[in-house]
């Protein structure tokens, strides 16, 4: 018993010893391994599509709702990881809230994490889209319907605010880190309005310089002993260049007849790999295909389904939906809605795993580190941009704006109450005192 005992004692030191040498990175990654494990499908997708029912405010605010689900109740990831999924996203095509979600899913549980989160979070404003798709169809234009989600957008603003307070709160140590936040806050509100969207890529990449030259420990890069690393998927890799490659070919290659179900699904995957900034950039890009080039819809059709994507949960992007419904029915918008979420998403999980073989680096962390106050800067300005949206025509639209805003900020910082509690509260107040 005393052998054992002693042995069992001889094998717990040498496990802390262990853990605290350079065979620290294979404990975390064991540790990584069992967390995995530990989070069920069923729970991804259900928590997943809650946040798909209340993101409603275009990608910050999903990203928001992710965050507060995830990273604040649950603490399954850390606001570090997210951090670097939203850096990520930035970088790469594609709808960026759809594009973190799979990110979050993937370090969850993998691939099958990545899809169930992918699918839960897209598939309540498919549903609601498809239904609006239906009546736009029948009778029109339904204006009562952006009234119903009127209150959400001050509430909404109030939850990003919180996300990146408590970002800003984990991540942001000294005065450098502070003057960062601030200037992409002033950097964004100085650029154009016209060019803002199309800047968020190379913020990233400044602030990413940035963070080499004032982050980086060279002292300790000089001494560093070399860690072992994961190899870097370089056929993965490949694969994914070339499928954007032909998806991008697909979608300049002429076709007899326009309103096919394979015209849909190459038009919307090959325009999916070259968005580059936000759902809004690539508007004009789509509105050229589907009005002028194939000739879908009219030109007020299409502004009345981009307009209906904006009072929608989720990504903007699902006005491809609407597109597809009127082309082609429930058939058309289901594969519309596969086509322009799925390359973009299967590109965000490969570029994560090569992240991998780059993040344990000194040099990549200092990188990480100026990227993370860029992107927190990011998200206070985007809070921002949104609480400009509210109803301000009126004081009878102004109070119930600053009442919402202001107690669901209140509520969330001071008592940490749930956004799932929040945003259904703020949209039911907002219906019964606003004009």
């Not at 991804?44 to 604040?72: P, Y």
């Amino acid at each position: 018993m005393h052998e054992v005992a002693e042995t069992s004692a001889i094998t717990s030191h040498s496990t802390l010893f262990l853990a605290t040498q350079e065979t620290q990175p294979q404990a975390i990654l064991i540790e990584d391994m069992e967390q995995t494990k530990a989070v069920s499908l069923s729970y991804i997708f259900i928590t997943f599509l809650k946040a798909g029912c209340l993101g409603f405010g275009g990608f910050m605010s999903l990203i928001s709702v992710v965050e507060s689900m995830i990273v604040k109740k649950r603490q399954l990831l850390t606001a570090e990881e997210m951090l670097d999924g939203i850096s990520l996203a930035s970088l790469l095509p594609g709808p960026q809230a759809v594009n973190v979600v799979a990110y979050t899913g993937n370090k969850l549980k993998g691939t099958s994490g990545a899809i169930a989160a992918s699918i839960a979070v897209v598939l309540p404003s498919f549903l609601l889209m498809t239904l609006l798709s239906y009546l736009y169809g029948k009778y029109g234009d339904i204006p009562e319907v952006k009234r119903f989600f009127s209150g959400f957008v001050p509430a909404v603003a109030a939850v990003i605010i919180s996300v990146a307070y408590r970002m800003a709160k984990q991540n942001v140590k000294g005065r450098i880190e502070v003057v960062l936040v601030l200037l992409a806050i002033a950097g964004l509100i100085l650029i154009p309005k016209e060019f803002r969207l199309y800047i968020t890529f190379l913020l990233v990449i400044l602030f990413g310089l940035i963070g080499y030259f004032f982050f980086l420990d060279r002292k300790a890069l000089s001494m560093a002993p070399k860690i072992a690393r994961p190899k870097f998927p370089i056929i993965t890799t490949g694969s994914a260049l070339l499928m954007v490659a032909l998806l991008i070919i697909g979608l300049y290659l002429p076709v007899n007849d326009p309103k096919t179900l394979f015209n849909l699904v190459k038009t919307f995957s090959g325009l999916s790999v070259m968005l580059f900034g936000g759902g809004y950039v690539i508007i004009p890009i789509m509105q050229h295909h589907v009005v002028e080039v194939f000739q879908w819809l009219t030109h007020q059709a299409f502004k009345d389904g981009i307009a209906f994507s904006q009072v929608m949960p989720g990504p903007i992007l699902i006005a491809s939906a609407f597109i597809g419904f009127q082309v082609k029915g429930f058939i058309g918008a289901l594969l519309s809605t596969i086509a322009i979420f799925t390359p973009p998403a299967i590109l965000m999980v490969i570029a994560s795993k090569a992240m991998e073989y780059f993040k344990k680096s000194i040099t990549a962390k200092a990188i990480m580190r100026g990227i993370r106050c860029g992107v927190i800067g990011m998200i206070f300005f985007a809070a921002w941009e949104l609480a400009k949206m509210a109803d301000y025509s009126s004081v009878s639209a102004i109070w119930p704006s600053l009442l919402i805003f202001s107690a669901a900020l209140f509520a969330l910082i001071k008592y940490n109450v749930d956004v799932v509690y929040i945003i259904p509260t703020a949209g039911l107040i907002g219906y019964f005192l606003y004009p």
